[in-house]
């Protein structure tokens, strides 16, 4: 049903000035199916309202179907006659909500269910200003399954602009701000900070491709984890990351992951002697993480397997490459003494890796312990008084170097984070930034950034230093004999 009044004169139709018509109108749309060879998918639209005049239209309801995906819409669109004739921008603001919508099914002229082979760059009209409020009870792009999704998004200037958007995806909660410019079609870009909940290692990796290449190690891990990170890329023409131009920074965390058949983590086991190894659950995990230049850098961090606890830090290369170096530290019921912590480096690759223990120190200190055993052996029986006046200084001494050891490693980590976010924070300028000019001034300004934090770390050391030699002399001094 249609009604429309209309005035003007002959003259515009003559000379295809159709904009300086009046007219306003209504229409209802009821059932309505749509067959085309140009659409893959039926078009089935069961109740439609418009109010229309030479200003705007306003959608005030709309429900339709394309194939298994559903609509449901109102909002309103201005300056819509010179969009259409004269390609100027049409502006609008939308609320549509549906209960599934495949992303997928609308990416290219050819059906390409979970097919990212056949879609192509999504190219955003630099003549639309549109807001867009959004909610999916479920959004299937690729083979990413969302749940309850909410969105606020602006489309201008060719880009889009992802304001909010929170979804319970990969068994827990992802929430996502940023950009995605399609201003060169040749070479569109995504830029997004991720705050991730309780994601599972399963889900996440079984669905997200590029993690397969970047961190295999995911391929075996059962678990969740949470974590906040800056992704930064280039996207190939089928929408998918030009993994050599991924720009990442962040910090990932777990109370426990389950890691079965990684060949690095048995060569490991094998090496040490330690078969049971292998299998054991990792425990308390907190890194932070960069990727650049085709690797994942991860800074030193402590992980717990059973009654084993782990430093290691190195990283992982697109070509499956790893270099990692770590030290283990055996449980204390094993009585090792100085053997008690053992040094390794890991390399090769993930499906070949190559594993050296650093023996070389632990024996020294090993053949110097003992030596130092059978002196004291000795002087006790000489003087019993004086070994446990001896016993009870190295005790107190021992516990002074324990605590001292202790504020520095606190201080050096301190230092090091600071560090670390100066870098995410100067990478994240430099990456946000494509005027030629104005990057050469974000790379003084992330310089300066690093510098200043540098400054702190050495500032923060250094007063730790102090403190520990305050502490060393005050148990030498308190526990004469």
């Known amino acids: 049903n249609m009604d429309v009044k209309t005035s003007g004169r002959m003259s515009y139709v003559e000379k295809n000035a159709y904009e300086k018509f009046k007219f306003n109108g209504t229409m209802n749309a009821k059932n309505v199916l749509l067959k085309s060879e140009g659409i893959p998918q039926d078009v089935s639209v069961s109740n439609a309202n418009l109010l229309f005049n030479d200003r705007y239209l306003n959608l005030s ?37 549906s209960n599934y919508l495949n992303a997928t099914d609308f990416m290219s002229g050819e059906k390409a269910e979970n097919d990212t082979s056949k879609m192509s760059v999504i190219k955003i009209p630099k003549n639309l200003d549109l807001s867009l409020a959004g909610n999916f009870k479920e959004f299937v792009y690729d083979k990413m399954n969302f749940k309850n999704a909410d969105a606020v998004l602006k489309v201008a200037d060719g880009n889009l602009n992802i304001q909010k958007l929170s979804v319970n995806a990969f068994g827990g909660v992802m929430a996502l701000t940023g950009h995605y410019k399609s201003e060169n079609p040749e070479k569109p870009q995504v830029d997004f900070d991720v705050d991730l909940k309780d994601i599972s290692f399963t889900e996440i990796f079984s669905q997200v491709k590029t993690l397969q290449k970047i961190a295999p190690i995911f391929d075996q891990a059962t678990g ?21 131009s991924i720009i990442s920074n962040g910090s990932l965390n777990t109370k426990t992951v389950a890691i079965k058949e990684v060949t690095a983590i048995s060569e490991l086991a094998k090496a040490l002697k330690l078969d049971n190894l292998a299998n054991m659950a990792l425990q308390d995990i907190a890194l932070m993480f960069s990727i650049k230049d085709g690797r994942l850098n991860t800074k030193p961090f402590n992980v717990k397997l059973g009654d084993y606890a782990m430093n290691l830090g ?21 009585n090792l003494g100085r053997f008690q912590n053992v040094g390794f480096k890991i390399g ?15 024996l020294t200190t090993i053949v110097e312990e003992e030596k130092t055993k059978v002196m004291a052996k000795a002087d006790s ?4 008084a004086l070994d446990k006046g001896r016993e009870a200084r190295e005790k107190a001494l021992a516990e002074a170097q324990k605590r001292a050891d202790a504020v520095m490693e606190q201080a050096r980590l301190q230092g090091e984070r ?14 946000k930034t494509s005027n030629p000019i104005a990057k050469e001034l974000a790379k003084k300004g992330a310089e300066e950034l690093v510098n200043q934090a540098k400054k702190q770390a050495d500032n923060i050391n250094q007063k730790a230093k102090t403190e520990a030699d305050r502490l060393i002399q005050q148990a030498a001094s308190s526990s004469e004999f």
Do not use: C, W
């Not at 029986?381 to 019993?384: D, G, I, R, S, T």
């Open 418 to 431: 600071l560090i670390h976010e100066a870098q995410v924070r100067g990478d994240s300028l430099i990456a």
């Open 314 to 334: 190195g990283s992982t290369g697109l070509d499956q490459t790893i270099d990692y170096g770590g030290r283990i530290r055996m449980p204390d019921k094993m």
């Open 61 to 97: 309801d709309l429900m339709m179907k394309i194939g298994r995906n559903d609509l449901t819409a109102k909002g309103k669109v201005e300056n819509y006659l010179a969009y259409v004739l004269h390609k100027k921008t049409l502006k609008g603001d939308f609320n549509i909500t």
């Open 381 to 384: 029986v000489k003087n019993v």
């Open 224 to 244: 969740k984890f949470n974590s906040k990170l800056s992704f930064n890329t280039d996207l190939q023409q089928n929408m998918m990351p030009v993994l050599t």
């Open 348 to 362: 090769g690759t993930f499906k070949k890796p190559t594993i050296e223990l650093d023996l070389k120190n632990t």
